[in-house]
């Protein structure tokens, strides 16, 4: 890296004043130059050094604010009433109070990530020294951090390297944080840019997250044939003892994986996850298995599979120790962020923790050593295993229509369900001994429990769902290819091109939780068809899950059916949460290692080069939690546009563009200066979409950038018509903002698509070299 | 059972909530009063099934009856297509409330903004923050839902009521307007 400790030793020295002998003296970290890339104009960038670049992304990007509450309760003076955009007593209106509290989820996202990074480096550094060596795809890989390099200014060498990015991004999410205060920033737009500052440091922190991990415990290194891994409720060995791992945070899981291969009991037990921590889990050791996404904490825990659950931080439910207490399987929290309010056993003799959590008489224990939590999981699990006997508590079938006739069909249960789902019809079917209508209601069930919470009966809906739906659940036998990692330099160099010129029509990243409106099949159909139409799809977390949860005649899954390279028609998937930013880090790598721009501390540029020529769209069709908007605003700064599935609306403000507004869509033309209209492309920077079908067409259409050369335009209008076509049953009726010239035009879609730029006065136009940035120009107009 | 609450529990908003509509010509009042109405109708419109016919189909006659201009969103203009239907314009439902909110904008005819919006058929909590946005940044227009559940953030709005009572009250609306 470029930032070291200046360290001054001297043995012995002699002067008229004074004898010093063994003299040493640290005075920091300086800068040591031994990279020959040029320092941007942005290393380490302060709360406004990109403002301006955020500012011309507003311009065009206009927040449209759908507030979720009318009132602003943070401090003493309120509640406040801010209907109508009224300004509350701190003189805010609803405007600012909205981006307010994006910004406050933006910073909960980032210092999730962030202090993630941190307790992973420490911990990785005690394990394996500050001078081990970040190594993410030995040759391939020579970018071995684009997002830091690009932020930063810096190279990462260490893990103790990491150290230093990890100062900085604390430091910039304190005064993000403290913005959010009452009396600071009072202009909405302001508090946008901070959002996108805030995004921006948490792909920071999470790529710190991600490559210490790979290079510490040797996941796969950018490697597009990582093994595949199991995945589903039926893939778990339910004869053998069972350790569930949920989480995000991986050593206490690796803990387990290595006491067992130490103590020779791989193969003995199952050792599964749920979340980012099963992601990683499989990363380090393939053999480990993968039951779902977040939403299916409650059905495998009620189930009664697991006989022990490791918690450690992130998307796990706070109700998680009650639920495991009612199918007896005792809970080992491993984090200090998530302690369940346990007794902290950290520095206890593991027999008699074992003992306590084997003889029932705790329910759980904290144990913050991830080593420890190792061998006492593995122990317990044995122990416990033959005494459970997969206790659960899942109902039988009479049961279930004894209970359902219980049913007051007050509509409760219905009224709390995110989704709306008709659970009193289906309890009234139950009542009467037909369960197929509760069993159709799993396949869009989020896995919440509110319906349970609502009903004045107590009747426990959602493990009869899982009761109906036992057969189907059982029969969930997936793979999922394991986390890639990073994208090798070398592939960037074969596709760089193509993207850019827009001959591989887009790269599509299905990312974030499983808060879907129709259940994840809907990601795995998505995800297919773009892959089938020779998209580069990219997936991570929940939704990396979920695009594997699929199967065609012959019995095949995504992963398998499709490469694990990162090329067109390719379906791979970069690893848990913290993996994103190698989906950033490609778009990054295009502009560096294809097109040669300058990186280091060089956001704007990139950012701009990223808008305006590749091709990327980001879709968490599920997105649920303050990570899932701190890692959508990371893509909004770089240049990169965001779908997220109805749900996502609740994000309070959407950045959407106005493809009617002509003087919005205007670039400069860096060869001339020359301002160039070059249409809505991409039209949105942030925006949720109704419908699968909805956010398909949309999807194609924000793959559209200034820069496509015309057989590049024509592939990419060649997929937007068609499926708007397919999915719309119609033309769209704004081609004529797509064609530039007539080169444009797809051949076989011809003759239709004349007729409509013959209605719409439609004139050719030149394609710019596109920039939004003036200091770009290469020769300014006389 | 008429409810003023939300639909969905939690879904409270604030100081100020939907006026209720008791009874349908209150609806054809306010589209008769209003001097450009627009009718925004979402994909579950198509898959509501009010016995012999689906919802899209009573507002395709609600449109052509008083003449309000239909926006489409999602991927419902396949639906009206296929009843031989052409919507005046069809987008995503952010795209038309981005546009709502805006008091230049042109309309979909060109002839201005609009002043009275009619949202029916999107998901609940969609319908629910978009008219939210639409009550607190255009000020300018009213609002009314045409769904069986109560909409607080809409300017007026029926309470939650059942389909029975849903397909009855558009029937009225339709003859009335």
């Known amino acids: 890296m470029s930032k070291k400790a200046f360290h001054m030793k001297i043995k012995e020295l002699k002067s008229d004043a004074a004898v010093l002998k063994d003299l040493e003296i640290s005075v920091g970290r300086i800068f040591e130059e031994t990279w020959e890339e040029p320092v941007g104009p942005t290393p380490f960038p302060g709360l406004v050094d990109l403002r301006n670049w955020d500012m011309t992304l507003l311009k065009r990007y206009k927040p449209f604010y759908l507030p979720f509450c009318d009132v602003c309760c943070l401090c003493t003076f309120g509640k406040c009433d801010l209907t109508g955009n009224k300004r509350g007593a701190c003189g805010l209106n609803m405007a600012a109070q909205q981006s307010r509290i994006v910004l406050l989820a933006c910073c909960i996202g980032a210092a999730t990530h962030i202090g993630h990074a941190r307790h992973l480096v420490e911990h990785l550094i005690e394990k394996f020294g500050r001078r081990h060596p970040i190594d993410v795809g030995g040759v391939n890989v020579e970018v071995e951090a684009p997002v830091t390099r690009l932020v930063c200014g810096i190279r990462p060498k260490t893990l103790g390297d990491l150290e230093d990015v990890l100062d900085y991004l604390e430091n910039q999410l304190t005064h993000l944080l403290s913005i959010t205060h009452t009396g600071q920033e009072g202009n909405n737009l302001d508090f946008e840019s901070k959002v996108f500052h805030a995004g921006m440091i948490d792909q920071v922190g999470m790529e710190v997250a991600d490559i210490a991990q790979i290079a510490a415990y040797g996941f796969p290194k950018a490697d597009p044939e990582a093994p595949l891994v199991e995945l589903g409720f039926g893939a778990i060995d339910i004869n053998k003892p069972v350790i569930l791992c949920i989480g995000h945070n991986v050593p206490p899981a690796i803990g387990i994986v290595d006491y067992m291969t130490e103590n020779g009991l791989m193969g003995e037990i199952e050792v599964c996850g749920l979340c980012c921590t099963a992601h990683d889990v499989t990363r380090y050791n393939p053999k480990a298995k993968i039951v779902g996404p977040i939403s299916w904490q409650l059905r495998f825990v009620r189930s009664g599979v697991p006989d022990v659950v490791v918690v450690d931080e992130q998307c796990i439910r706070a109700d998680i120790l009650n639920e495991a207490m009612k199918v007896k399987a005792p809970l080992i929290a491993a984090s200090e962020k998530n302690c369940q309010g346990l007794e902290d056993r950290t520095h206890d003799d593991p027999d008699k923790i074992v003992e306590d959590l084997v003889s029932g008489k705790v329910p759980g224990v904290l144990i913050l050593d991830p080593e420890k939590v190792g061998e006492v999981a593995v122990r317990v699990a044995l122990e416990v295993a033959p005494k459970r006997k ?159 949860m699929y199967k065609d005649e012959e019995g095949k899954t995504p992963y398998e059916i499709y490469s694990g390279r990162f090329d067109a028609g390719g379906l791979l998937n970069v690893g848990s949460c913290v993996s994103n930013p190698h989906i950033a880090g490609a778009a990054i790598k295009i502009a560096s290692i294809f097109a040669k721009r300058n990186l280091r501390a060089n956001y704007e540029e990139i950012a701009d080069y990223i808008l305006n020529r590749v091709g990327a769209v980001g879709v968490a069709w599920g997105a649920m939690s303050q990570k899932a908007a701190s890692i959508a605003s990371g893509f909004w700064r770089l240049g990169v546009p965001v779908v997220v599935g109805p749900h996502g609306i609740k994000y309070r403000r959407m950045l959407l563009g106005r493809a009617d507004k002509e003087e919005d869509w205007y670039v400069y033309d860096a060869r001339t200066g020359e301002k160039v209209y070059v249409g809505p492309t991409p039209e949105h920077l942030f925006y949720a979409a109704e419908t699968k079908e909805e956010a398909m067409v949309m999807i194609a259409k924000l793959c559209m950038r200034p820069n496509d050369t015309t057989k590049g335009r024509a592939i990419k209008l060649t997929h937007y018509i068609d499926l708007h076509k397919r999915l719309f049953g119609t033309m769209p009726e704004d081609i004529h903002l797509f064609v530039r010239t007539l080169a444009d035009v797809p051949v076989t879609m011809k003759d239709e698509i004349m007729e409509i730029l013959k209605e719409k006065e439609w004139k050719e136009r030149t394609i710019p070299d596109p920039t939004l940035l003036p200091r770009l120009i290469r020769k300014r107009k006389e | 059972m008429a409810m003023t609450e939300p639909w969905q529990t939690a879904e409270i908003p604030g100081p100020k909530k939907a006026l209720v509509i008791t009874k349908p010509e209150v609806v054809v009042a306010m589209i008769k009063k209003a001097k450009r109405p627009l009718l925004v109708v979402g994909h579950k419109a198509a898959e509501i099934d009010l016995g012999e016919e689906k919802l899209i189909d009573y507002l395709v006659r609600l449109s052509q009856k008083a003449n309000i201009p239909i926006v489409a969103t999602a991927h419902t203009v396949s639906e009206f297509l296929k009843r031989g239907f052409k919507p005046a314009g069809y987008m995503p439902v952010v795209n038309i409330g981005s546009r709502l909110v805006d008091p230049e904008w042109e309309g979909l005819d060109g002839k201005g903004q609009y002043d009275l919006a009619i949202f029916v058929g999107m998901p609940y909590y969609m319908e629910w923050t978009i008219l939210s946005g639409l009550k607190h940044f255009a000020q300018h227009l009213k609002t009314i839902t045409l769904d069986n559940h109560y909409h607080p953030h809409a300017s007026w709005s029926f309470p939650n009521i059942s389909l029975e009572k849903w397909k009855e009250n558009l029937k009225v609306i339709i003859e009335k307007l």
């Open chain 1, 390 to 548: 997969k206790f659960k508590v899942i109902p039988d079938v009479n049961d279930v229509i004894e209970g359902a006739k219980r049913c007051r069909q007050c509509n409760q249960c219905r009224r709390a369900c995110p989704n709306d789902l008709p659970i009193p019809p289906a309890m009234k079917a139950a009542a009467e001994g037909n369960l197929s209508p509760l069993d159709e209601l799993y396949d869009e069930c989020i896995g919440c429990g509110r319906c349970e919470h609502a009903c004045p009966e107590n009747i426990p809906v959602h493990s009869f769902i899982i009761k109906a739906a036992e057969k189907k659940m059982k029969a969930e036998t997936f793979k999922v290819r394991a986390g890639r990692g990073a994208i090798q330099d070398v592939e960037i160099r074969e596709v760089g091109g193509p993207i850019v010129l827009g001959e591989i029509p887009g790269v599509v990243a299905f990312v974030g939780c499983a808060n879907y409106p129709k259940g994840g099949k809907e990601i795995a159909e998505m995800a297919m068809e773009f892959a089938k139409r020779r998209y580069i799809v990219v997936t991570s977390g929940c939704a990396a899950m979920s695009a594997g």
